[in-house]
């Protein structure tokens, strides 16, 4: 079945409120007129209210990097998804590899966070991926299967809402490395399949899968072209707007 492109972009910590409002005053320009695929910025904590108010009426989607699970209470530092829905968030990306590896993310604390994004009514990107010595070690598939197994544990496939998921492999993400086609092709058909094995396979032909991992214009078209692969989450080169709208536009350089 045919699924709607999604292109995302995730600045992570990067960008002033007066950077981000350049930014969207140009690339709205930049990909005026696209309809037949979804795109998506993901701006800091900082600039979200602004830069809904500035989306507002262009077809572009508001993300953000993170939510807690809670709608409010006693979490220094966290943001809830109710605090993200009123500015204007339509999607919330849950489990990144930073999270995971830099400040300490568990498979159980990532799904407490999907499921708050769940209950606001906001659609969830959830990453999942290996790192290097995983691949080299052949663990590639174990490793996907647990993270999907942890993070859906619980949810029947209503409760999942319009569930996005990202796969990313660390190895790839900001080191210029990137998985072949192949490569992402191959993991994103066993993460459908996984999907098929545990919510039928109506679900998982539904479910769109995205690859991140160093995307640019060079790469886009050819990752694109892979029948399981239905978008991108784009980091580094989602930060200047020219370079992001020729990804969105399947655009090389």
Excluded at 167 to 186: D, F, H, K, L, S
Excluded at 222 to 249: C, H, N
């Amino acid at each position: 079945m045919a699924r709607f492109p999604l292109i995302a972009g995730n600045w992570k910590m990067h960008k002033t409120v007066t950077e981000t409002l350049n930014y969207i005053h140009r690339f709205r320009e930049l990909v005026a007129g696209i309809e037949d695929r979804e795109i998506m910025i993901a701006p800091p904590f900082t600039a979200l209210y602004l830069a809904g108010r500035e989306l507002a009426g262009t077809g572009i989607r508001l993300g953000a990097q993170n939510a807690h699970w809670a709608e409010q209470g006693a979490f220094t530092g966290e943001i809830s998804p109710v605090m993200l829905k009123e500015c204007g968030v339509t999607y919330v990306i849950i489990g990144h590899s930073e999270r995971r590896n830099v400040f300490g993310e568990n498979d159980e604390m990532i799904r407490k966070r999907l499921e708050g994004v769940l209950k606001a009514g906001l659609r969830p990107i959830l990453c999942v991926g290996e790192r290097l010595e995983e691949r080299e070690a052949g663990r590639t598939f174990e490793v996907l299967e647990r993270q999907i197994r942890e993070a859906l544990s619980g949810f029947a496939p209503g409760d999942l809402g319009e569930l996005v998921i990202a796969y990313e492999p660390v190895w790839a993400i900001g080191t210029g490395r990137t998985a072949t086609p192949e490569q992402a092709e191959e993991a994103h058909r066993y993460v459908r399949g996984l999907l098929g094995e545990l919510f039928g396979d109506d679900f998982a032909e539904k479910i769109r899968i995205l690859y991140g991992g160093s995307v640019k214009p060079e790469n886009i078209a050819q990752l694109m072209a892979r029948p399981d692969v239905d978008g991108a989450l784009v980091g580094g080169a989602s930060l200047d707007p020219e370079t992001f709208s020729r990804i969105v536009k399947y655009e090389t350089l």
